[in-house]
């Protein structure tokens, strides 16, 4: 087993260190904004891209939401699924595209209840991937709220009209 599937396999710790981190970047967010954010993701971004690699299997997408999947990167489903599994899951949990491989969505549904400070997120809807931000740094993204934005033509979330039943 690899150091990266051990750790995932762990979330707690790493839900902890995102915690740590994030409140890091929120801090210093004033300092790196004056030192220009383009600056600091090209220092940024070879160590988050080296890192995540090594731990995630991260594929740069510029918008990370381990945290809201378990510490389980959705960029790694042979589909590129982002808010859950296809149809296609087998019985025993495992792919449909790579029979050898458990579902990312398996896996990150089984470590999204080991996490009691991000777990919850799980249930949430993501925004579809913006293929303009990928290879970019998704902390300097988190600080300048790009990564919360539709890709041009899609419609945000919060605009989405809900009907209740009367």
């Not at 050898?100 to 249930?123: H, N, P, Q």
């Not at 600080?143 to 009367?166: E, F």
Request: contains cysteine.
């Amino acid at each position: 087993m690899s150091l990266g599937r051990w750790l995932r396999n762990r979330p707690r710790g790493l839900e902890i260190l995102y915690r740590r981190t994030h409140r890091l970047f929120i801090r210093f967010d004033p300092l790196i904004a004056r030192l220009g954010y383009e600056r600091i993701d090209r220092w940024l971004r070879p160590g988050e891209e080296l890192g995540k690699k090594i731990v995630f299997d991260c594929r740069m997408c510029g918008q990370c939401i381990l945290h809201s999947t378990g510490m389980t990167c959705p960029m790694t489903c042979p589909k590129n699924l982002r808010n859950g599994p296809c149809g296609g899951v087998r019985a025993n949990g495992h792919c449909e595209v790579k029979p050898d491989m458990k579902c990312i969505w398996v896996e990150a549904f089984e470590r999204s209840r080991k996490m009691t400070l991000y777990g919850d997120e799980m249930l949430h809807i993501q925004i579809p991937v913006n293929r303009q931000l990928e290879g970019s740094s998704a902390w300097i993204n988190m600080l300048t709220g790009v990564d919360t934005q539709p890709p041009p033509g899609w419609v945000n979330l919060p605009d989405i009209p809900v009907l209740h039943k009367s």
